[in-house]
């Protein structure tokens, strides 16, 4: 006699490979660079100094870019995927809506990382990659059960009951959607290029 198992509680992390990604990249990376250009002191004083947050060396650009025209196209993929994502979880959009909160573009250079965190105030969070040279490295989710850890027997393979930690190797035109309180960090990049990427929080609003 076999018992039967059900599992509770888990955690999702969505991945959704964006379509023709080359060109939508190319010109959310100009805006990108041309923004950290503005980012000079005298412009901060006409607030649009970057922030610091979990970037360490790091740069991390305002977090209102939803509002520039050029970032529309992606804004409507997010929203779409978004969408996938409330269906799955039999959320009843009838009643609430959802909006990008806040959306920043990181640039980490050689040796630029992000120290573990999460996206408080928000619903969901996700990541969209501009640029992954190799080596640039990757994000990692921890298990947000830490008492998992209390005790740890030996495992023959490491499985999804098991992982203390998931690192998913960004490639560019992958977005990735997790909820917002799940704990997440950026491993150091140790490619002479950077490593580009723009984040995005979404927000309950009532109808
Ligand atoms: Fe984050």
Not at 139 to 166: E, G, H
Not at 193 to 204: G, Q, S, T
Request: a neutral charge; glycine letters at 4%.
């Amino acid at each position: 006699m076999s018992g039967s198992r059900n599992d509770w509680f888990p955690t999702p992390i969505w991945l959704f490979k964006v379509d023709n990604y080359e060109q939508l990249n190319q010109e959310l990376l100009k805006a990108i660079y041309d923004e950290k250009k503005r980012d000079t002191p005298e412009e901060s004083l006409r607030d649009r100094k970057g922030k610091q947050w979990s970037n360490i060396l790091g740069w991390h650009s305002i977090d209102t870019l939803h509002q520039l025209t050029i970032f529309q196209s992606l804004s409507d993929i997010i929203y779409n995927n978004v969408i996938e994502v409330g269906t799955f979880l039999n959320w009843d959009l009838d009643k609430f809506k959802i909006n990008i909160s806040t959306c920043w573009a990181i640039i980490n250079q050689k040796y630029a990382y992000n120290s573990i965190h999460n996206h408080p105030n928000s619903l969901l969070s996700g990541v969209y990659f501009l640029k992954t040279p190799l080596s640039c490295g990757g994000i990692y989710f921890s298990d947000p059960r830490p008492a998992t850890q209390m005790i740890v027997p030996p495992v023959k393979d490491f499985n999804m009951w098991t992982l203390p930690k998931i690192t998913y190797k960004p490639y560019e035109g992958m977005m990735l959607l997790f909820p917002s309180w799940l704990s997440h960090g950026v491993e150091t990049n140790l490619s002479e290029e950077d490593r580009v990427c723009i984040n995005f929080n979404l927000a309950m609003k009532p109808v």
